[in-house]
T-cell receptor, first 114, second 113 residues
């Protein structure tokens, strides 16, 4: 699975959009981009995933560049409860062992300030 | 509510003792996984199981054992052979299809002294 690079930490004001970047310059054509987040002392929570097109759900939006070498997770109106470590992961599509080899790096610590 | 339950949340053991961590899911997922997380680090895969009565080693299986006798349950035993057992242990499950996301439990923090 391709390696990802994320900034170690970011700050965001409550109510503003939080834009979390992720570089995955070695991504292959069949690798999906996944985002999870982990609030302290809890299990990671799935947020969103995508392959080529931008994706949106009730939690966030995922913007993937045309060359797919980077992506941005957008939390449109950050709240204090969005303070967490955010992990960007790429995974090959089509493997029977779905999720089994997800490699979690150190992620980005997002702090939402009042 | 459907979900994954890990128990207990905190566990303390003496060095040299085996300890078993519980993981139960009622999501009807075929696949289940165990990860370990050390402070300030990402998750590392210990074992995973795609189907009942079958499981495979992950990246750091040494000193651990698992069983998968029921679809709902995937207990992890941390044996005395595990050199650094103190860690945060996370269980997850997923649909066995491709690209399905993982659903995680809230973890068990094991401290061995």
């Amino acid at each position: 699975d391709a390696k990802t690079t994320q900034p170690p930490s970011m700050d965001c004001a409550e109510g503003r959009a939080a834009n979390l970047p992720c570089n995955h310059s070695t991504i292959s054509g069949n690798e999906y981009v996944y985002w999870y987040r982990q609030i302290h002392s809890q299990g990671p929570q799935y947020i969103i995933h995508g392959l080529k097109n931008n994706e949106t759900n009730e939690m966030a939006s995922l913007i993937i560049t045309e060359d797919r070498k980077s992506s941005t997770l957008i939390l449109p109106h950050a709240t204090l409860r969005d303070t967490a470590v955010y992990y960007c992961i790429v995974r090959v599509a089509g493997k029977e062992t779905s999720g089994s080899r997800l490699t979690f790096g150190e992620g980005t610590q997002l702090t939402v300030n009042p | 509510d459907g979900g994954i339950t890990q128990s207990p949340k905190y566990l303390f053991r003496k060095e040299g003792q085996n300890v078993t961590l519980s993981c139960e899911q009622n999501l009807n997922h075929d696949a289940m996984y165990w990860y370990r997380q050390d402070p300030g680090q990402g998750l590392r895969l210990i074992y995973y199981s795609q189907i009942v009565n079958d499981f495979q080693k992950g990246d750091i299986a040494e000193g651990y054992s698992v069983s998968r006798e029921k679809k709902e349950s995937f207990p992890l035993t941390v044996t005395s052979a595990q050199k650094n057992p103190t860690a945060f242990y996370l269980c997850a499950s997923s649909i066995r299809g491709r690209n399905s996301p993982l659903h995680f439990g809230n973890g068990t923090r094991l401290t061995v002294t």
